[in-house]
Structures are given as C-alpha cells and as structure tokens.
C-alpha cells in the first residue's frame, strides 16, 4: 500500500529508474513545502568544521542554530575536546535592533581568554546580515586583540543548501591553510579531506597508511588540528573521501598549491582497497603497492570467514539507500552487493550531475534513483521496491521502522566505526542484526504480507 | 576528558552563552501542532530550521516528524518570503492534504517583518476560505525559549479558532485540559485521570499518538492522533479548562485565561502535578472542574504512594539535588523533592521569565532551606555552580550527562531532551502514578550508587 503518495509537480525529473531512459535532474534548490532532508548553509559549515578540536566555534546568531548541534556527532578527538562545546552570542530581541556586534566581541574574547584555543571559527546564521553586523571587523578586531586567527564563515541558513555551506567552511578552513612548517614532511605523504574520524575511522585509515610508509599529515577534519590545516599544503597527495563537502577545499590545495586530488571512499572492501591502491600508484614506489597488497590480503582474509557468514543469511534482501554525499551512495552499493544484497532504491541529498552519471552506472535495472527526496517519496518507494533495508540517517530512521523495514545508521551521529576493512564487517553486523531480527514478523505490515505476500510487490514505480 | 575540561583560570565567560539550557521556540510550537489531528507544522524561514528540529524530535519520541518549511532563499531574505510561503503552503496541501497547518516564524521572517496576517488572508483568498486552516504563531528564537513557544502555540490555537463568544449552553461532561510540554504517557494519563472523574477531556496539544504511535500497516503521511479541529473549535463551551503550569500564571492572557474571558469557560490553574501537595492541588481543582469527589482507586494511588515515601525517606534523606530544565517542570521538580526530604541545592532554567524564580522559591517546602534559583542560565553557568555545590544527584535532560560523569553522581533524567535513553515519550511524571514512577527512579539511583560505592557489595539493602 502506498497511500497513493505521488511524486510532487516540480520534482517529477529528480526520481529516476534504471532503464526508463531520461536524464535525473539535481542541484537545485529544495521545494518550499518540500519538507526536504536537507539542511541550511549554516549546518554545511557547521559540520564540516566542527571536529576541528583546539579551534574555538562560535555561532552567531539566536540560540537555535548553537543547540541542536550540541555535542550530537560521532567524530572524536584524541586530545581536546572543546569542539563538543555549544558556545553562541544567543542574539536577543535588544541585539536583532542594535546590533551584534559588541556581544559578539565580548563573547569571543572572553572565551578565548578562558579556553585558549588555537583558532576561532565565528558562524553566520540568517539574521546576522540582516542587523547589518560586520563580523568581518570584528573577527579582525578580535584577532588582532588575542593573537590567534579568528575566521569567518560566512553561513547564514539561506545562503543554500548544505553544499553552500560546505564551500564556505572550506573557505574558512583555507584561511589557514599556508602558515604552518611543512619542512619536517616527507616524500611519500598525503591528506585525508572529507575524513571525520566518526567513531575513530580516521584512526582506523591512518594506521593503513603509516603501515604502507605513507604520512598523513592532516585528516581534514576528523581530530582535526589548527596546525595540522596551517601544514596540510606540504603533503604531496590529497585523498578526498567525502567529495561533496571537501573537493572545494581540495581544489584550492591543487590551484594555490600545486597538491593534486583524488577522490576516494573507505566503506567497504573494494573501495578501501582501490583507495591504498592509489596512492601507491601515485607515489610510484613498487614497495609501497606490495605492501598495500600485503595490507589488503591481510584484513580482507582476517573478516572473510565471517562475512561469507553474514553474506549466506543476507543474500537476496533488497535495501534502500538515501545519504548526504554521492560518493557514500556509490560505495554502499558496493558493499550491499559484497553482502548479496541489491540495492532498489538510491537517492542523495546532494549529488551533482557527475555523481548520479557515476550511481546510474553501477546500479542494477530497475533500481530507483531520488535527488533531494522526502519522507513521503521514500516512503512511497520502500512501499513499491519492497525493500528490506534502509540505510540513512535519524529523519530517514522512522519511515522504515513504522513500515517495519530493518535500517542503518549510517550518518555522522552513529558511534560505530564502519570504513575500512574492520567497518565493513560492523557494516554487514549492523545490517544483519536489524534485517535477521526476529522482532519483524511481529511488525502488522509484515504480519500482512505474511498471510498476502504478493499484496506490497506488484506495485510498480509510476514515476 | 569532559567536554568542558579545558578550561584556564582566567574569568568565567558570561557575555557568550555556551551549552545552552534551551531550544528555539519554534521547536515548541512544532510540537504542539504535532499534537492536532491531521496538522502539519510549517515553519517560515530557512529550511535548516526545520531540518534541526525535525531531527532532534526524532531523536527523543522516535517517530516520523515531519515539518514543512518556507526554504527561504537569498532573494526571499531580501524581499520577503511570500511566494516561497504560497508556494510552500501548496506543496504541503498537495503532499500532505493536511486538515491544519500550523505556521510558526522564525528568527529569520520575524526580523525581516513579515506580514503573516497578510499572507494568510492572500491564501484564504485563494482558497476561497476552503482552504484547510492556517493558525500562525509568532516564536522568534531570540525571544523565549522552546516552553514559551510550546505555550504561545497553544495560545495561538485557541485563539484562531475558537470563537470568542460567550457560551450559554455548556457540554458539562467535557473538560479542557492544557498539559504543558509533557510525555506520551503523561497525556495519555490525564485523559484516564479525567475519565475517572467521570468526564471526557479534550488535551490541548494531544501529541500522545503522534509522537508514540503503533506500528503501522501503510505509511501515513500524517501520524493518525491529535485533538481534533472540531476539538478545538468547541473548547468554548465545555464544562471547564485545567491549565498545567506554573509559568501560564505569568503570562499576560494564557490560553486558558483567553478561553476564559472571551467564551466564559472557567479556568483552573495548577502546576504540573509532580508530588503528593501539587497533585493533591491538581486533583482538587479536578474535583472543582468536575464537582466529583475523588475516585477510589485514586485515593488507593495515593495512599501507596505515601506508604513508598514512607519506605524509603531514610535512604534519600538530605540528599543534595540541582535541578535544570523547562521552567514549569523545574518548579513542580523543586517542589517535589523537597517534599521527600531531598535538599534542592540549586533550580535553573534557560528561560528568563520574569517572576519564575519567585514561584520556584514559594513551592520549596517550609523547613527545607531555600535553594539558589538561576534563570537564563546555560549549562557552563549551571555546571560551574554545580561544582562549588557538590550535589548529591543531578535531574535534567540528556544534556545534564557529561556533568554528571565529571561529579561522578547520578543523573536522573527528566525533561527534553532525552537522546540518551530509551522510552521518553513513555516517561510518566504526572499524579500520583507519574510521582511514584519519578520516587522510585531517584529512590533507585541514590541505592545503585550506594551499592556501587560500597566495597563489600551487599545485594540486599
């Protein structure tokens, strides 16, 4: 059943199915009344810079933007901690009339004072322009005052879309980019961009790299330094991982900076792999490829014997995918593949033509690709594809567990590590113990299709 | 390392607000008009706004949330937001066939002037006055807090679509009842409380199905539950109104207080039940509402529930608790621990009402030494004071956790939100029932650590 949910006028070109032909529309504004997954600009920025660990991140503007990203994301620090702190200039009715601007001063350099960080980074949201506040001046007033960069970002929520605002994080970020010693950095080294160290990933691909002899020099951001972005320009190599938030950044490294890019992914096996596998390449030196081979053969026959496992009691199952990035998009459907599982539904907040060109491409016939979706249009499609799993985020979460579906976390709150070699075996537990779960048979959806089962399949997509 | 463990001795910050005790208002009108039947909340601003509270309900109640928003745009800032809000509006009727909208602004519309009278007329307008109604709400996030924008919604509802006409002829087997930001459970059992006195309620906001809804069979595009339009049009001339919370005292005109005046309907304030003194007050105003006596099996409740403080006085007694959340919630919380000879050692909220520090103080127990009372304060303010205090225990939302691993003492969490624990929407605070629930969560958690501290490790204590 459906609830003959249809696809709204203006959004009929962003739904596309394998083998219909026909191009998919994106990078386009979300409908008003859309009730899109996206995010503002502001929350672009804000994720992007936020596991930055020694930085101070001010947001300002009125309460809301500072609280509902309080301390809710799974990157980690291995030393400071204050990146997990909510500080904001909580702008009240007297400031949206007289302005900001000295309750921004004064809060930046009290708390600088106190926590002594080694930057700070000072957020824009809608209203901040609007007031007529030149966070400009003041950044430099402040800067100039305490000794430490204090940068903008230029973020007010309307400015765009999550993208938007991923661009003015790297802005930001780049502002740093240049300052630092790069002299103690050797031959065979690279950037991890678009790394956010959820549940210590980052730590995870390092280790693959320092074993193959290579030095990573900044994981951008993931435990996330001021001086490892003021040095990251003298590694010779940048491997962009979430491409959608830091291929901006990367350009800026490859234009300023002569350090070519690479996009990349580390979920799962095929794609780890052809990541150490390029930057083996890349550096040309044959012991570096043997040893990536060494490391490859060695996690891959470590978690073999117990996907084969997860893989015999999966297979067959058909999931849905709807993430921020493309790139992620891409790689899961590897890794569902590696499980035996096919994916029917694809979709990405984000994606750009290039993207999807890439998704179309290696997804099967018949599977359903979705730009800028929503709860009602995903709904619509877990009901017609019949899917067993879905794998998103929080606001994704709800759709199929009320529909009785199995479901992932695979956003930036989770706590569990799933990239690299180790994640895909948390991966493929993860799905196993929502998919295999017992408790499905008690869910009235299933009940129903267990007494019809042809009841929920025959419909078809009519987008 | 803590989250706030970094820290030089220079001076505490004070211009800056970190770790706020609060959300944006429009988070709380959000959740009042999840609690009307077939209402899809419709904020007007950036589409952020949305996405941010969108996911943080989803968080707490674990079920579909889903707010529409204007997605203003950088002309829209500039020029106003009135296409994008007609557009929007029509997308949401065409998806959704809402029987309700609830617009509530935002920082961003609000500061820009927008004129939503204005733009609700143009769409009636279109609409022919067909159209399913618009009830809008000012929540600006720099003024108030998410209760203050909870309450003003409610407000809004009353006032938009009652209509203010002195009713003759009353319904006397109905009761209003404006809950206050509580739990599922919580509404649920002031319905079954109403029921026992005879009467059928009519909850304002009424989220317990939305926001904790069954399984379902076929997807909804609005979670099945809520008050009901009809509902609410006819709060007029019900028996009576029951508004919960200390802080509707406060206000200018409180949704109740407007029913009042402008339909005749006599309204009963208490504060959230919490407790045997608040609830015996909210049950006599029950019984005042309802001109029944109290039923049996309610005394029973109660009488059980004394029979439990008596049990277990000993095991909390003088036990030092800092308080932090909502603002009526904080003041029924005070009152009740001091009534179970716990010592509140400090009550903060993140609104700044004014007078709301004067109720908190007149609900602390006779003999029990007044605790310091902190408004618009943030978690840094509560954490530093909390530290010098030394608190036995810590109440408060999921916020409350890291400080709460710094002091080593236990957390009981009540409030919004609750993002680190299952079952807050099944968390029962009210009557003598939610008073029991709550006793035993902070009988339990004093004996937990004392078993845990303890070397020896007694199973029976």
């Not at chain 2, 049950?283 to 009488?303: H, I, K, V, Y």
Request: net charge negative.
């Amino acid at each position: 059943m459906t609830a003959n949910i249809h696809i709204l006028p203006g959004r009929e070109d962003q739904v596309w199915q394998k083998g219909s032909g026909g191009n998919l529309a994106c990078d386009r504004r979300s409908l008003a009344g859309s009730v899109t997954q996206r995010a503002c600009a502001f929350c672009g920025s804000r994720v992007v810079l936020y596991p930055i660990a020694d930085a101070l991140h001010i947001v300002h503007g009125p309460i809301g933007c500072a609280v509902y990203n309080w301390d809710i994301r799974g990157s980690l620090s291995s030393g400071p901690q204050l990146h997990r702190n909510s500080f904001s200039t909580d702008l009240q009715e007297k400031e949206v009339i007289f302005g900001g601007e000295k309750k921004l001063h004064a809060s930046l350099v009290e708390l600088i004072q106190y926590y002594q960080p080694k930057a700070a980074f000072v957020y824009s949201t809608c209203i901040v322009g609007l007031i007529g506040d030149d966070v400009q001046a003041v950044c430099k007033a402040v800067s100039r005052e305490t000794g430490i960069d204090v940068i903008p970002v230029e973020s007010p929520g309307f400015k765009g879309t999550k993208k938007t605002g991923y661009q003015a994080a790297c802005e930001a970020a780049f502002k740093l980019v240049g300052t630092g010693d790069t002299s103690q950095i050797g031959p065979y080294s690279i950037n991890l961009l678009g790394e956010f160290n959820i549940a210590g990933e980052a730590w995870m691909i390092k280790r693959y790299f320092e074993r193959m002899g290579i030095e990573v020099v900044a994981t951008i951001t993931g435990d996330g330094r001021v001086d490892d972005l003021r040095r990251c320009h003298g590694a010779k190599l940048n491997l962009v991982q979430c491409s959608g938030s830091m291929t901006h950044l990367a350009k800026r490294l490859d234009e300023d900076y002569g350090v070519p890019f690479q996009r990349v992914s580390f979920f799962g096996l095929e794609d780890t792999a052809r990541a150490l596998y390029a930057a083996a390449e890349f550096f040309g030196d044959p012991a570096l490829m043997e040893r990536a081979q060494e490391i490859v053969y060695e996690e891959i026959a470590k978690i073999t014997p117990r996907l084969k496992e997860y893989r015999k009691r999966l297979k067959g199952k058909k999931a849905a995918l709807y993430v921020g990035g493309a790139f992620k998009a891409f790689s899961l459907v590897l890794a569902l593949r590696a499980l035996g599982m096919k994916t029917v539904l694809a979709g990405t907040q984000t994606g750009s033509a290039e993207d999807y060109e890439q998704l179309k491409e290696i997804c099967d016939p018949g599977t359903v690709i979705v730009d800028d979706s929503n709860p009602l249009e995903l709904a619509k499609f877990v009901l017609e594809k019949d899917v067993d799993l879905f794998i998103g985020g929080v606001k994704e979460r709800p759709i199929a567990f009320k529909l009785g579906v199995a479901f992932c976390d695979h956003n930036h709150e989770r706590k569990i590590p799933l990239a690299g070699f180790e994640g895909m075996l948390n991966f493929a537990e993860e799905v196993a113990n929502s998919v295999l779960s017992p408790i499905w048979r008690f869910a009235p959806r299933r009940m129903a299709q267990a007494l019809n089962p042809k009841e929920d399949s025959h419909h078809e997509c009519n987008c | 390392m803590s989250a706030t463990a970094e820290m030089t001795p220079a001076q505490a910050p004070r211009s800056a607000t970190q770790n706020a005790c609060k959300l944006c208002a429009p988070l709380g009108a959000s959740m009042v008009f999840k609690g009307v039947q077939g209402c899809l909340p419709f904020l007007h601003g950036s589409q952020g706004c949305a996405t941010y509270i969108r996911r943080y309900m989803i968080s707490h109640f674990r079920e579909p949330v889903d707010i529409a928003s204007s997605s203003f745009s950088e002309d829209d800032a500039i020029f106003g937001g009135a296409r994008n809000f007609a557009t929007g509006v029509e997308n949401v009727i065409n998806q959704y066939q809402p029987e309700i909208i609830g617009v509530a602004t935002t920082c961003l519309s609000e500061t820009i002037g927008e004129n939503m009278i204005g733009m609700i007329r143009e769409y009636q307008e279109r609409y022919a006055g067909q159209g399913a109604p618009l009830v809008h709400v000012s929540t600006p996030s720099y003024s108030g807090t998410h209760s203050e924008g909870f309450h003003a919604a409610v407000k809004a509802l009353v006032e938009q679509l009652v209509p203010p006409e002195s009713v003759t002829h009353r319904d006397t087997t109905r009761l209003n009842i404006l809950p206050g930001m509580v739990s599922c459970a919580d509404l649920r059992h002031l319905r079954e409380l109403v029921g026992l006195y005879g009467l059928s309620a009519t909850l304002l906001p009424d989220y317990n199905q939305t926001l904790e809804g069954e399984s379902w069979d076929q997807y909804h595009r609005i979670s099945p539950g809520g008050t009901t339009l009809e509902e609410i049009r006819e709060m007029g001339a019900n028996a009576a109104t029951l508004e919960l919370g200390h802080t509707l005292a406060l206000q200018k005109e409180s949704a109740g207080a407007w029913l009042e005046n402008h339909t005749g309907v006599h309204c009963h304030h208490a504060g959230l039940p919490i407790g045997i003194r608040l609830s015996d007050a909210f049950f006599t105003a029950l019984s005042q509402a309802t001109g029944r006596t109290m039923p049996d099996s309610l005394r029973a409740e109660r009488g059980r529930l004394v029979d439990a403080y008596v049990d277990a006085h000993k095991y909390i007694a003088g036990r030092r608790v800092a308080i932090v959340g909502e603002p009526d919630l904080v003041t029924s919380l005070a009152a009740f621990v001091s009534e179970i000879g716990l010592q509140p050692v400090l009550c903060a909220t993140g609104s700044k009402l004014k007078g709301w520090a004067e109720q908190v103080a007149a609900e602390i127990e006779p003999g029990i030494e007044k605790p310091e009372i902190v408004k618009g304060a943030d978690h840094a303010q509560f954490s530093a004071r909390c530290r010098a205090l030394q608190p036995d225990m810590l109440i408060g939302s999921s916020k409350v956790y890291p400080l709460a691993r710094e002091l080593d003492v236990p957390l009981v969490r009540v409030g919004f939100p609750l993002h680190d624990r299952f079952g807050a929407q099944r968390l029962l605070t009210l009557g003598y029932r939610g008073t029991q629930n709550l006793f035993d969560l902070i009988v339990n958690a004093v004996l937990a650590r004392r078993q845990d501290d303890s070397v020896t490790g007694y199973s029976y204590l």
